[in-house]
């Protein structure tokens, strides 16, 4: 039984634990138990019924039980010291004490599993955008009318974020940079580079901590990602890159034009190969799809390319003086925060590993703005699109024989079944502007 944790837990004079588990959209399950249950829990585990979890177990098979990661082992900046608390996420087990397969968590680690036995860990950084509002009226509206890097002098969202990247650094999560985004309202905070486990861990705890803060100050915070017509969307840009076994970047080639090397080549076409199958996991909303549109800055077409950010895979330049290797990576940019952060990171490692295996040939590169380009142009260079709605990028989901092989029978058919839902939701719905539109005029 690992000591440092049940001395931390005495140490920090923490009252409760929150176990923590991941359903298949991304939503965080909490199950609290008081610091005397701990011992127990660590010992035998927390049995909980698996078939009330969306995508977990059939109501015949319902019986699963949590099994603390204690590596995972921080204390929560929210409460009284009464009431202090601390949060461990744990794995899913099935009765017979295997893993639970169709746990997300599971998922993303069997893939750094197949990653790490080809020499490679899996590193990423995502950027996320979120948006705070204002309750007007009973209508929630964009908190500020600032702009991309503006500095609002005359509201609490410069002080918001510097609350955010406080309680970030207390839970071990490095902020890098904070600004205001494009569209009124519109924030960004990005991580520090990091192992993909870990990071998908610090994606959950941060928008916890987002959005715990903005309540602190009477605002809601969203990552919904098109709240607004007429207005740029959020995304989750996300980074990413292999190390060796020896923790140097493989990505990096400096006698390269964008100086990647030729293993970057091949996962990078790997991705651009498989996104339109695995965008129903990078995107899985309806309203993801209300963002991925030409003319707000989110990207459609699938390419490549160094300075231009309509591209759906940018190259981040490096500095011409003193080139930092660490840095060499990709950057995909449709991702948004509707994401489970460990699907979506197994899917472009899973997409990327088979452009490895089956060493694919990267295409050229755009660097024109696609979106002036007109359709013939973009036919002749071979320039093709994400799916436009959830229901098209569930076709291709459905489809995919690399989806089915990451994600296991049970979450394949888990997932499948869950977005099919929603598209089925969504269909039947009559919006305001149907009304509008055709009521009177039909």
């Known amino acids: 039984m690992p000591e440092n944790v049940l001395s931390k837990i005495k140490k920090d004079n923490i009252k409760f634990i929150e176990l923590q588990f991941i359903d298949i959209n991304g939503k965080a399950k909490t199950v609290s138990i008081p610091v005397n249950m701990y011992k127990s829990t660590l010992e035998d585990g927390k049995w909980f019924d698996g078939s009330s979890i969306e995508g977990f177990s059939r109501i015949a098979e319902g019986d699963m039980y949590l099994k603390p990661d204690e590596d995972t082992y921080v ?205 129903a996991v990078l995107n899985p909303t309806v309203n993801s799809y209300k963002r991925l549109v030409p003319g707000f800055e989110a990207p459609v077409y699938i390419s490549y390319a160094s300075n231009n950010r309509s591209a759906l895979i940018r190259i981040p330049q490096l500095r011409k003086k003193g080139v930092k290797e660490s840095s060499a990576r990709g950057e995909l940019r449709c991702p948004d925060s509707s994401c489970n952060p ?42 093709e699109t994400l799916p436009e709605s959830l229901g098209h990028a569930i076709h291709h989901f459905e489809q995919s024989e690399l989806i089915k092989k990451t994600f296991g029978e049970h979450l394949f058919r888990e997932y499948l079944r869950s977005r099919k839902l929603e598209w089925d939701n969504f269909r039947i719905q009559v919006t305001d502007w149907e009304t509008k539109t055709y009521l009177e005029e039909i």
């Open 342 to 383: 460990y699907l979506a990171f197994a899917a472009i490692l899973a997409a990327g590993l088979d452009g490895l295996n089956k060493k694919m040939k990267i295409r050229e590169p755009v660097e024109e703005n696609i979106y002036k380009l007109d359709e013939n142009q973009r036919l002749n260079r071979h320039i």
């Open 75 to 279: 204390v929560l900046p929210f409460h009284q010291e009464e009431y202090k608390t601390a949060r461990i996420i744990c794995d899913a087990y099935t009765p017979d004490g295997n893993p639970f397969q169709g746990d997300p968590r599971r998922v993303l680690k069997n893939m750094l599993e197949i990653a790490k036995a080809k020499g490679y860990k899996f590193m990423v950084c995502p950027e996320l955008e979120f948006f705070l509002l204002s309750n007007v009226n009973g209508a929630f509206k964009p908190h500020d009318s600032a702009g991309y890097f503006d500095y609002p002098v005359k509201d609490q969202a410069n002080l918001i974020k510097k609350e955010i990247m406080t309680l970030m650094q207390k839970v071990g999560i490095e902020p890098e940079m904070a600004h205001h985004e494009v569209s009124p309202g519109q924030q960004e905070i990005g991580f520090k580079y990091g192992d993909a486990l870990k990071i998908a861990d610090q994606t959950i705890l941060f928008k916890q901590i987002v959005k715990t803060v903005a309540q602190k100050y009477g605002l809601m915070a969203t990552f919904m990602p098109k709240p607004f017509k007429g207005i740029n969307g959020s995304g989750m840009h996300t980074h990413f890159s292999l190390k060796d076994k020896d923790g140097k970047n493989v990505f990096f080639d400096s006698s390269d034009e964008y100086n990647l090397s030729a293993t970057a080549k091949m996962f990078i076409e790997g991705v651009l190969t498989h996104v339109r199958e695995i965008n």
